[in-house]
Nanobody, 126 residues
Framework: QVQLVESGGGLVQVGGSLRLSCAASGRTFRSAAMGWFRQPPGNEREFVAAISWSGGSTYYSDSVKGRFTISRDNAKNTVYLQMNSLKPEDTAVYYC???????????????????WGKGTLVTVSS
């Protein structure tokens, strides 16, 4: 059974940093693109960042570009999201997604495979 488990969320002040992790188990994703999404309170889930299977290509939403960095460790079957200069509008539940359709300019979750974690809450206080 495939599981994605996010961790690292919490309460942080404006301007602070957090590092999220997404650990996969049940199968290896070293040949799959991975992505991070978030769902702010009262809003729909939105794309945040994606990374190619090798880690050589990354893609970010305009709202986080320059502040967030996605990376991966295929030996650990884990993807990370380093979040710096956090803003109140970054407050959301952050979700990890695996094996999506990634080109370098977009990332679409695979609708036929439910490779989502349960999320980790990030709250940025002003």
């Amino acid at each position: 059974q495939v599981q994605l488990v996010e961790s690292g969320g919490g309460l942080v002040q404006v301007g602070g940093s957090l590092r999220l992790s997404c650990a996969a188990s049940g199968r290896t994703f070293r040949s799959a693109a991975m992505g991070w999404f978030r769902q702010p309170p009262g809003n729909e889930r939105e794309f945040v960042a994606a990374i190619s299977w090798s880690g050589g290509s990354t893609y970010y939403s305009d709202s986080v570009k320059g502040r967030f960095t996605i990376s991966r460790d295929n030996a650990k079957n884990t993807v990370y999201l380093q979040m710096n200069s956090l803003k109140p509008e970054d407050t959301a539940v952050y979700y990890c997604n695996a094996d999506g359709d990634y080109s370098g300019h977009y990332y679409y979750p695979n609708s036929g495979i439910n490779y989502w974690g349960k999320g980790t809450l990030v709250t940025v206080s002003s």
